[in-house]
């Protein structure tokens, strides 16, 4: 089996494996308690937080522990638009194709009487900071831009967008699942306010996150019921799943710079054997994405049937979002990128680990070739293309 959708969850890592079962066996205590055995996970804890802020440039104060990503977006953005509405701004910026998570939550928002920009993206899937900065308005409370893109991988200039934010005295927040042990984040340098992640996407346990919110920005609790977690969310803490994300992370960040580097050899090689294909087109820029990350589309075919077939020959891909994978819709990342229906139903993601060889990446190149051939060869749609009846559009 080839394993090319790492962009929906990773394998987990040995290192953080192994952190998990020995506080599992060993430090199983409630945090929470007084006693030697409960202050033992209480030490875990904190040290899994320290070297989580560690990695990102922040301060173990300013890094609160979730469920994943989902729950770090939701807290985050309701506790912005809580803090704007008492100051009497309910004005909210965001891009077309962020994550279901802030979609979701500014839709609640705009329900509650929040306005919200959703800016457009261009055709290589990069947010213009002009645009940004031109959306600011003086009733605005948050700007909330994903770091890289979880479907075609391009990499926001996020620096700039907070640079912006930071200048007009705007909350920044930066949903930076698919960045964080993937590529350097670093939120001072970034000016960023606040942060969400989630560990099984560099390698850690499912279930588990963390956000970061810098001192001084009062966030409101979703779960009530405890003090735990300085009263932010209530509920024992996962202390073997922190533990072990942390160790992931810091894992991550230790062999980065190498990872990256095979990383892209093996997504350009990628690039350039799938361009070769008739009519397809590659979804966002070639160079400003992640270093695993490939995302085509196929003109004539169902993204569907290609990850079947793919399946069939022992290949792991996606068409995109794992969280809207039931879906019958098109990818609201490509139509946001100016691909058409016909085009975006069409589309392959392949997010591949740091772990491929060159015989899996061509293997990957001429089982796609041969699927889409497949496929293309008892296609109405296509026979409509290559007959004339219809204009092709890639």
């Known amino acids: 089996m080839i394993y090319a959708d790492n962009a929906a969850t990773t394998r987990m890592s040995e290192t953080a494996i192994q952190t998990m079962t020995s506080l599992m066996n060993e430090n199983w205590g409630n945090p ?6 409960g202050q ?19 301060n173990a104060r300013e890094i609160l522990f979730t469920s994943g990503g989902s729950e770090a977006d939701n807290q985050i953005i309701l506790s912005a638009a809580g803090l704007g509405e008492k100051n009497g701004k309910k004005h909210i910026i965001s891009s077309a194709f962020e994550h279901h ?21 261009h055709e290589n899937g990069i947010v213009d900071p002009s645009q940004v900065e031109d959306a600011i308005r003086d009733d605005t409370c948050l700007v909330t831009i994903m770091y890289a893109n979880n479907e075609i991988g391009t990499i926001q200039p996020i620096r700039k967008i907070g640079e912006i934010c930071r200048r007009k005295h705007v909350l920044f927040h930066t949903d930076a699942v698919q960045a964080i042990g993937h590529i350097p984040v670093d939120v001072a340098a970034d000016n960023i306010d ?14 588990v996150g963390f956000l970061y919110a810098k001192k001084g920005i009062r966030l409101q609790s979703l779960i009530e019921g405890g003090a735990q977690e300085r009263g932010l969310r209530a509920g024992t803490e996962n202390v073997p799943g922190i533990a072990a994300m942390a160790a992931a992370l810091k894992e991550a960040q230790e062999g980065m710079e190498t990872a990256a580097a095979h990383q892209k050899k093996m997504r350009d090689k ?4 799938l361009k070769q294909i008739p009519h397809c087109a590659l979804n966002g820029d070639a160079a400003r994405r992640l270093p695993g990350n490939v995302n085509f589309c196929f003109e004539g075919i169902e ?8 399946d069939d020959k022992g290949i792991c891909a996606s068409s995109g979002s794992a969280c809207t994978s039931g879906s019958l819709d098109p990818s609201h990342v490509l139509l946001a990128i100016g691909r058409v ?6 589309s392959l993601r392949l997010s591949i680990g740091e772990t491929i060889t060159e015989e899996e990446a061509d293997y990957i190149i001429r089982s796609v070739r041969e699927v889409v051939e497949y496929l293309r060869g008892f296609s109405p749609i296509w026979r409509d293309l290559m007959s004339g009846k219809k204009e092709f559009i890639l």
């Open 270 to 273: 990628l690039i350039e054997g």
């Open 194 to 207: 606040l942060l969400s992640a989630s560990a099984h996407k560099f390698h850690g346990p499912k279930g």
């Open 32 to 37: 929470s308690s007084l006693y030697v055995h």
């Open 341 to 346: 229906h016909d085009v975006a139903h069409g």
């Open 40 to 58: 033992k996970a209480k030490e875990a804890l904190e040290k899994a937080r320290e070297e989580i802020a560690s990695v990102i440039g922040a």
């Open 101 to 121: 998570a802030v979609l979701h939550t500014l839709k609640k928002l705009e329900r509650e009487g929040f306005e919200i920009t959703l800016l457009d993206v």
């Open 303 to 310: 993204g569907e049937s290609l990850l079947l077939l793919l």
